[in-house]
């Protein structure tokens, strides 16, 4: 049974950073490229990021290029979401995801590409 298990979300000032992780257990880790994507109230889910199997290739959405930063540990079967220089606009429910790609080394920027996902966890950035 795969799990995506996301952390770090909470509320920040803007400017303020966070850390977001996502734990993976139930897939052979390291053949999956992983995303992390956004639902704000009332808006559909969106991509942020993604990093490819090896880690070699990230994508990132041109609205977090140069804040964001997508990371992995194979040996921990974790992904990581660095945000910085946090906007209110940034605030949504973030969620990653996993998409079966191994050798490929696509990072995909669309959702229907993904296999698993995670519930979720709140970012909240104040004014």
């Known amino acids: 049974q795969v799990r995506l298990v996301e952390s770090g979300g909470g509320l920040v000032q803007a400017g303020g950073s966070l850390r977001l992780s996502c734990a993976a257990s139930?897939?052979?880790?390291?053949?999956?490229?992983m995303g992390w994507f956004r639902q704000a109230p009332g808006k559909e889910r969106e991509f942020v990021a993604a990093?490819?199997?090896?880690?070699?290739?990230?994508n990132y959405a041109d609205s977090v290029k140069g804040r964001f930063t997508i990371s992995r540990e194979n040996a921990k079967n974790m992904v990581y979401l660095q945000m910085n220089s946090l906007k209110p606009e940034d605030t949504a429910v973030y969620y990653c995801?996993?998409?079966?790609?191994?050798?490929?080394?696509?990072?995909?920027?669309?959702?229907?590409?993904?296999?698993?996902w995670g519930q979720g966890t709140q970012v909240t950035v104040s004014s």
């Open positions: 995801a996993a998409d079966r790609t191994y050798p490929s080394r696509r990072a995909a920027t669309e959702k229907n590409e993904y296999d698993y």
């Open positions: 139930g897939l052979t880790f390291s053949w999956y490229a």
């Open positions: 990093i490819s199997w090896s880690g070699g290739s990230t």
